[in-house]
C-alpha cells in the first residue's frame, strides 16, 4: 500500500510532533531566533524570527524528511524514496535519505530556482524534470512510485506535519508567553504542524498564515469554504506555488484564525527589510511573514509575534532588491 493512501485520512495530534521531535533531535539544528528594537519600532510589534534559513538545507523542511525517513526506517520500510518539489522539500528528502544510505529521486518543475536545483544535487538526489504545473509534478512522481519508489509527500502527510511542528515547539521554549504564531503558507505542512503545536503550548494564541496574492488557493478556499484544486499561479515566492494539500486545508480550517495575502512588491520590500535590519538574506517564501504584518498591521499591533523564517535558499544572481 502506498504511503499517502495508508495516511489519506490521518491528522496529527500534537502526540505525534512530540514523538517527531524526539526521533529528528539528533539530525536537526536546534536554530535561533532573532529579534531587534528598531526592527520592532518599524513594524508596530515584538516580533521573533525563527530562523529556519539557517536549518540543515537551508530550510524548515529538513524537519519534516528527517522524521518521515526515520519512521520508515523504524517500520522497517527498505527501498529507494522519491517526492515532487519546487526545491526545499527535494533538497531535505535528499540529505535525510543520504543520512540512511538510500536513493532518492526528486521531481522538480523545470523553472525552478538554481540554487535549490543545485542543493538538490549537492545532497545526493537524483532530479526529473517537468513542467511547472501541479497535475506534472504529481505524474512525474506517479511514474517513479510505479518503478517502486517509496513516495515522501512535500506536505499532506502525518509524518512531515508532524516533523515541521517541531519547529514551534523549539520557539514556544524559546520565546514564553507570544500571542501570534505566523507562518508563510503553500501546501499547508509548516502552518498545519505549527498551528497544532501551537495550540497545545500558548495560551489564546493566534495562529496567522501568509500567502502570495499570485497564489492565494488557501484564503480562497477558506472565503469558499471549501478546497479549491485549481489557482492561476504567478508569485515570485516560489516554495509557495503548490496547491494546499486536502488533509492540510481540513486542519487550517480547524486551527488557523486567519490568511493574509500579499503583494509580490510587498514580499520584495520585505526581503529588503530583512537585509537591511539583520543582514540576513531570506527567501520570498519567508518574506511573506512580515509582508503580512506590513499589509494588516492591526492584527499584529503591540503584540508579541512569532514569525517563522521558512528559508534562505536565494538565487544570489537574480535578487529582486537592491543590497
Known sequence: MRMDDQYAEQIPVFADILLAKSRINGQIRATPVLSDPQFNEKLGCEIWLKCENLQRTGAFKFRGASNALAVLAENGVDG??????????????????????????IVMPNNSVKTKVEAVRRNGGEIIFCQPTQQDREQGLEKLLDKGCIPIPPYEHVDIISGQGTAVVELAEQCPDLDVVLTPVGGGGLICGSAIAARA????????????????????????????????????????????GGMNFQIIQQTVDRVITVSDARIIEAMALVWQYFRMLIEPSSATVIAAIMASPGDFSGRRVGAIISGGNVDLECLPFNQ
Not at 85 to 101: M, R, T
Open 80 to 105: 529507494d524514496v522519491a517526492t515532487h518539489s519546487s526545491g526545499n522539500h527535494g533538497a531535505a528528502l535528499a540529505l535525510a535519505a543520504a543520512v540512511q544510505k538510500r536513493r532518492s529521486w
Open 201 to 244: 503550548l500558548i495560551s489564546d494564541v493566534t495562529v496567522i498564515g501568509a500567502e502570495p496574492e499570485g497564489a492565494a488557493d488557501t484564503a480562497l478556499s477558506l472565503e469558499q469554504g471549501k478546497r479549491v484544486d485549481h489557482f492561476d499561479v504567478d508569485t515570485i515566492a516560489d516554495g509557495l506555488r503548490a496547491i494546499v
